[in-house]
């Protein structure tokens, strides 16, 4: 549903996204289901030690027509939930 939900969001966004997205989930507890079957949808870079490297798929998702960077700061924290991200649209992009 990802590519999807993004491709939406794409289309009703005009210069601007501000997106909150966890930076990976794990496969087997958060998404219920087996690398090999995401491998059929999203390319092995973003599937490794059993995690679904969300943010980083989402960066190269956009990043044809978008500058994205990463607006929190979570640095020093053991465990990060979530980044919020500012996307902006790259002016001959649309």
Not at 23 to 46: F, N, S
């Amino acid at each position: 549903m990802l590519p999807k939900f993004l491709d939406a969001l794409e289309r009703v966004s005009g210069k601007e996204m501000i997106l909150t997205i966890r930076p990976e989930y794990r496969i087997d507890k958060h998404l219920h289901h087996d690398t090999r079957g995401l491998l059929q949808k999203y390319a092995a870079k973003y599937l490794r030690g059993g995690l679904f490297y969300t943010l980083e798929y989402v960066f190269d998702r956009f990043r044809r027509n978008w500058q994205s960077d990463i607006m929190t700061t979570n640095k020093g924290k053991e465990i990060v939930t979530k980044e919020t991200i500012l996307c902006q649209r790259k002016m001959d992009s649309r």
